[in-house]
């Protein structure tokens, strides 16, 4: 059984739905921590939703798949719209991106994060794990370190902050407080599980092809007998900012 737990919501200022949705699962529910796009057109009102929030750690979700970059002029990643290129554009995790553009675009989603929330993110992730391609680890590792923040790991790849592997196997149709229970039976001291938790909205649904069952993972984190089996256990819940 673990003892600390981060629960994460991804894809904060996604929608209005999510936004929301996110904050009310910390507020009712386990959820510690969320990490925010920066180039969508919720992300100001998710930032400023937060503030109201001050437990709930907040990190940020590179993005360079979804959307359209906050540098202009970036060639080798977007289209001929100027839009990012979908997932489906880098078979296998692979991407030939230029590093430079990479991480000035990056470190942009980074600046703007902390001149709308006044801070440093919690912690750096990404939408579709983008962040951690063989291709694109040295840009993560670089930016982590340059703004001393911790880094969403599956397995180690950079050790200036305690290591936390990241379980994703609370995802698609079955979604249960069983399933749960069972991810935190794992043998790790401490662990952060990805979740995607959200009111369903109409942006939600013309936007993500995971959509509906995000309520039923907030029915799920929001659930009394979830919270319950988490203080009977002593599991500890944190965020990223807590970690060494």
């Not at 991804?10 to 936004?19: I, K, L, N, P, R």
């Not at 289209?79 to 991407?95: A, H, I, R």
């Given at each position: 059984m673990i003892k600390r737990m981060i629960l994460n919501s991804d894809?904060?200022?996604m929608t209005e739905g999510v936004s929301i949705g996110t904050i009310h699962s910390h507020t009712d529910g386990i959820l510690t921590s969320t990490t925010c796009l920066m180039n969508m057109p919720y992300t100001e009102f998710a930032l400023n939703l937060a503030k109201n929030t001050?437990?709930?750690g907040v990190g940020i979700h590179l993005v360079f798949t979804m959307g359209r970059p906050l540098i202009p002029g970036v060639k080798s990643f977007t289209d001929e719209d100027g839009n990012f290129k979908k997932l489906n554009n880098y078979p296998e995790g692979e991407s030939k991106v230029d590093l430079d553009e990479l991480y000035t675009e990056w470190k942009a989603q980074i600046d703007k994060f902390i001149e709308l929330a006044g801070k440093k993110p919690t912690h750096i992730d990404s939408h579709h794990h983008v962040h951690l391609f063989s291709h694109h680890q040295e840009i993560s590792i670089r930016l982590a370190k340059e703004y001393d923040i911790p880094m969403r790991q599956k397995q180690p790849i950079t050790n200036h902050y305690e290591f936390v592997r990241c379980d994703e196997s609370f995802y698609g149709d079955d979604l249960t407080t069983d399933a749960f229970k069972s991810i935190?039976?794992?043998d790790d001291e401490v662990l952060e599980i990805m979740s995607h938790p959200a009111y369903v909205d109409q942006?939600?649904?013309d936007i993500s092809g995971y959509n509906l069952p995000r309520a039923k993972e907030m029915e799920i984190i929001r659930s009394e007998k979830l919270?319950?089996?988490?203080?009977?256990?002593k599991i500890e819940l944190i965020t990223y900012a807590d970690l060494e």
């Amino acid at each position: 059984m673990i003892k600390r737990m981060i629960l994460n919501s991804d894809d904060f200022g996604m929608t209005e739905g999510v936004s929301i949705g996110t904050i009310h699962s910390h507020t009712d529910g386990i959820l510690t921590s969320t990490t925010c796009l920066m180039n969508m057109p919720y992300t100001e009102f998710a930032l400023n939703l937060a503030k109201n929030t001050p437990k709930l750690g907040v990190g940020i979700h590179l993005v360079f798949t979804m959307g359209r970059p906050l540098i202009p002029g970036v060639k080798s990643f977007t289209d001929e719209d100027g839009n990012f290129k979908k997932l489906n554009n880098y078979p296998e995790g692979e991407s030939k991106v230029d590093l430079d553009e990479l991480y000035t675009e990056w470190k942009a989603q980074i600046d703007k994060f902390i001149e709308l929330a006044g801070k440093k993110p919690t912690h750096i992730d990404s939408h579709h794990h983008v962040h951690l391609f063989s291709h694109h680890q040295e840009i993560s590792i670089r930016l982590a370190k340059e703004y001393d923040i911790p880094m969403r790991q599956k397995q180690p790849i950079t050790n200036h902050y305690e290591f936390v592997r990241c379980d994703e196997s609370f995802y698609g149709d079955d979604l249960t407080t069983d399933a749960f229970k069972s991810i935190i039976q794992s043998d790790d001291e401490v662990l952060e599980i990805m979740s995607h938790p959200a009111y369903v909205d109409q942006r939600l649904l013309d936007i993500s092809g995971y959509n509906l069952p995000r309520a039923k993972e907030m029915e799920i984190i929001r659930s009394e007998k979830l919270k319950k089996f988490i203080q009977d256990n002593k599991i500890e819940l944190i965020t990223y900012a807590d970690l060494e």
